[in-house]
């Protein structure tokens, strides 16, 4: 297949072709806004870098009709082409200095998407691509999509010029023209409501159940029940918003759990003896394998699904950081030590099967999977009621399962461990907001990890050990990861082996950064793009010290502040947030500049500066004075950044005054001071 083939309607387009065609492609009424979010354009920027090396990579499709004057309709691929448009505008102002050799850029004049009925969308991605986020931009989702870009693009783990010749060469979207006549509008619903294919992790799942079963021989009845007993544990696993424990009946849950809920199996054999009364099916082959009408189906199912009144109290209030694809990966990575598994879904049945030499031992992997999840479900944080971080397992009450909180024992009431909860909570959340995308929660591998070799044959866990090691697992990732010249960086792979403490020597780190930091420009001093672990981290830091009154009464003298940032810490929660604030405005509406004090050769980029807050927020007022800003975050009913609270606790910030200067120096050296501790 030749790079730019066009058959039947169907065009394979590449990138530089896709952009410098003399064409226009326009987005209709009908359409919805540009709605992607970092988890969408993470995937996207993915793929993208994952197909470095292949001959040919398909993005996906960009369904048109042709209206006339060389223009398209999109119908579908509309999210897709309007990311690759953000794209183009962040490697043209923010790495056209890399691209002097490349030929993308250069060969790119003007982006040929525009939006029918939304001529801010239209104006906002023509200033993207003409001077980036130096103008204002109306459509905060397009402005958060180029930051979201920039700091992918920025990060040390993702090759930048691996990208660049993925996305010249590899990359190709088929342009789909439907018709002459074709009703759009149905069209485009049919599009929208189209059926779900079979997933991986499915076919994955029917894969390694045929295993118990030898090729050419009649299956024998505990065969079979060993594919009943995996199929049950698989199942009880797959629903990521549910805990695993409801997946059981109350039968089977008392005798593999115990009543405490506190016991594992061993073993595959040791589950399946367990579960073998009343497994196996007594019915013959000829009345099992019997047809039934569609009428008889219906009428008398088979299986039923569980009905949310049947369920334990609280069972289905949970949303999971992870989805079931990328759990198994982690569940392989803890079976595989030595191997070097990838957590990408895409590569799901790759890892599982087609690039393994030695098959995966379904039964051990079963025992691996229920007890990884089990760990997960009491000591991994899940969103409640789609608002609140919750970490909550149950116990068994008189009549149903109670939830309470994971840590400490559950004998006692659960509010006398609530302090050392809410610590997990916090520390869990900050990793997970700082590493949103699926394939890069390295953080949840060490817990993972460190549950597995903690935990042997009952669930309990020491909360204070564990609170301990979190916090160790940020420093690894602050000091091992960011703070260093590239070459005494250590991979995330080597950062959450659980002893891999023995080998990062933390302190020495701690005491040279907190030189290095003043002096150099990376990693704090650059602005929107310093990672958001680090605001992060800083903002846990903060959130803890700020619990005691005396440690805020040295660093402030009025009694009110420390009473606004004391209940600020107590208010704040960890949220996604993707968007680096200069507190005082690179491009000011004023026209006043950032007055540099002494030791701030990085001006408004320095980290005293620096805030991380929703782009939501940030598009509103990113050119407004801190006066300004500090008058509308003090109206605000919640807490997005406690560095920006200590920002807002000073009078004047970043004018020639002197105490504005010393108030800028004072909380640089504050901040970083913390971020060492």
Partial sequence: MTSNREYNGIAELTLPRLFTEPYQYIIPLYQRNYA???????????????????????????????????????????????????????????????????????????????????????????????????????EPSM?????????????????????????????????????????????????????EQLEKHEILKATLMASFIKADTEPSNYQKHQQHCFAMIWDACANMNRYAINGFCKTD??????????????????????????????????????????????????????????????????????????????????????EDIKLDD?????????????????????????????????????????????????????????????????????????????????LQSMFHVSYPAQAYKHWLG?????????????????????????????????????????????????????????????????????????ENKQPLHNGTDVHNFIFNRLDYLLWKKAGSKAWLEKQFTEQYTVKTIAKAANEFKFTFRSSVEHYFPQHPISGDKFATPEGFPHGVDSFANLCLISGSKNSKLSNHLPNSKKEFYQKSDSTESLKQMFMMSYDCWGNESKEALSNVKKHQEMMIGVLCS
């Fill in 36 to 138: 992607w979010e970092e988890t969408e354009i993470g995937q996207l920027l993915r793929d993208i870098l994952d197909s470095s090396g292949k001959s040919n990579y398909y993005l996906g499709s960009l369904v048109v009709s042709e209206r006339c004057n060389g223009k398209f309709e999109v119908i579908d691929g509309q999210q897709r082409f309007t990311t690759l448009c953000i794209l183009l505008a962040v490697l043209k102002n923010e790495f056209k200095p890399c691209l002097v050799d490349k030929c993308l850029i250069n060969t790119i004049s003007t982006l040929n998407l525009y939006f029918e009925s939304r001529p801010s969308s239209s104006e906002c991605l023509k200033n993207l691509f003409s001077s980036g986020l130096t103008h204002e931009c109306a």
């Fill in 143 to 195: 402005k958060t999509a180029y930051l979201i870009i920039k700091s992918f693009l920025s990060a040390d783990e993702n090759d930048f010029d691996d990208f660049i010749a993925s996305l010249v060469q590899t990359v190709k979207l088929l342009r789909v023209d439907v018709p002459k006549g074709t009703d759009l509008n149905h069209y485009f619903e049919v599009m929208n409501n189209r059926g």
């Fill in 253 to 338: 849950r008392d005798k593999v759990f115990s009543e405490s809920l506190n016991n594992y199996p061993d073993s595959f054999a040791q589950i399946c003896n367990q579960l073998q009364t009343d497994t196996v099916s007594t019915t013959s082959s000829s009345e099992s394998d019997k047809a039934r009408s569609l009428r008889n189906i219906i009428s008398e199912p088979k299986y039923h699904k569980e009905s949310a009144k049947n369920l334990p109290k609280g069972a289905q209030r949970f949303a999971s950081v992870i989805n079931f694809p990328n759990f198994l990966l982690h569940v392989l990575r803890l079976q595989c030590p030595d």
């Fill in 346 to 426: 895409k590569q799901l049945l790759q890892q599982f099967i087609n690039e393994r030499k030695t098959p995966i031992d379904a039964g051990i992997f079963a025992i691996n999977l229920l007890k990884s999840r089990l760990l997960f479900d009491r000591y991994v944080i899940k969103r409640e009621h789609d608002k609140d971080w919750t970490l909550k397992t149950f116990k068994n009450g008189k009549s149903s399962l109670t939830p309470v909180n994971s840590l400490g024992t559950h004998e006692l009431d659960e509010s006398e461990d609530s302090s050392l909860n809410t610590q997990v909570i916090m």
């Fill in 446 to 518: 060490a817990v993972l990890d460190y549950l597995n070799q903690n935990i042997k044959t009952k669930i309990v866990l020491d909360g204070s050990q564990f609170a301990n090691y979190l916090e160790l697992l940020s420093d690894r990732f602050f000091f091992g990861r960011m703070s260093r010249d590239k070459e005494h960086r250590k991979s995330y792979e080597e950062l959450v082996k659980y002893n891999a403490a023995v080998t990062l020597p933390i302190d020495t780190y701690r005491k040279e950064f907190s030189i290095y930091s003043l």
